[in-house]
């Protein structure tokens, strides 16, 4: 088993404040994609890095890969209710995915 | 497009039972995979397949099996049903042909064994 683990489990902040979000492994893995989950629906795509070092910005969303391939941080930058959710990693080899346990956040207005 | 979707929504069974979860897209990708949800353990992938006829086994699929007998389809079976197979179940899907994958998820099946 490869495992993902994330931190902090759980994250309640208030809306326009900066948090950080974090995968750890110790396996390398091929790509590395966060996922973002509503209750009751399956997880989205939020994006994929593929390149050691990468990093990625979605709007307020940053997203950065390990230089080895094995770590990554999901960054978002003045948080509103609206991404509040369950943010999920999961890395990729060999046409088999592995999910971190998730990290619920949520962002009081 | 309809995406990828899944029946049953919410299923109850008794230990013993057997039943198929159906999942099915209309996006012509060639992998699919069906992921169990557990409370404070993320998704665990069960079984995938990269195409038509292929079939593999993933990081959970004891008492579970597949076929993928067309693109479009990816049954999940269990053959006797256990109160440990409670869970929500995502069936994903996306393309082979580009790297990486980009996975598409259904909206889930919730079951429970009593």
């Known amino acids: 088993t490869q495992l993902l683990e994330q931190s902090p489990q759980f994250l309640s902040i208030q809306e326009g404040e900066n948090l950080t979000v974090y995968c750890n492994s110790s396996?390398?893995?091929?790509?590395l994609q966060w996922y973002r989950q509503e209750p009751g629906e399956g997880p989205v795509l939020l994006v994929t890095?593929?390149?050691?070092?990468e990093v990625k910005k979605l709007k307020r969303l940053t997203f950065q890969f390990g230089d080895a391939r094995k770590d990554s941080s999901l960054h978002i930058t003045a948080a509103q209710p609206g991404d509040t959710g369950l943010y999920l990693c999961?890395?990729?080899?060999?046409?088999?995915?592995?999910f971190g346990s998730g990290t619920k956040l949520n962002v009081k207005p | 497009n309809a995406g990828v979707t899944q029946t049953p929504k919410f299923q109850v069974l008794k230990t013993g039972q057997s039943m198929t979860l159906q999942c099915a897209q209309d996006?012509?990708?060639?992998?699919m995979s069906w992921y169990r949800q557990d409370p404070g353990m993320g998704l665990r992938l069960i079984h995938y397949?990269?195409?038509?006829?292929?079939?593999d086994q993933g990081e959970v699929p004891n008492g579970y099996n597949v076929s993928r007998s067309t693109t479009e389809d990816f049954p999940l079976r269990l053959l006797s049903a256990a109160p440990s197979q409670t869970s929500v179940y995502f069936c994903?899907?996306?393309?082979?042909?580009?790297?990486?994958?980009?996975?598409?998820f259904g909206p889930g099946t919730r079951l429970t064994v009593t």
């Open positions: 994903a899907s996306s393309y082979t042909r580009d790297s990486p994958y980009e996975q598409y």
């Open positions: 396996s390398v893995f091929s790509s």
């Open positions: 890095v593929v390149t050691g070092g």
């Open positions: 999961a890395g990729e080899n060999f046409n088999k995915f592995y």
């Open positions: 996006m012509n990708h060639e992998y």
């Open positions: 397949s990269v195409g038509a006829g292929i079939t």
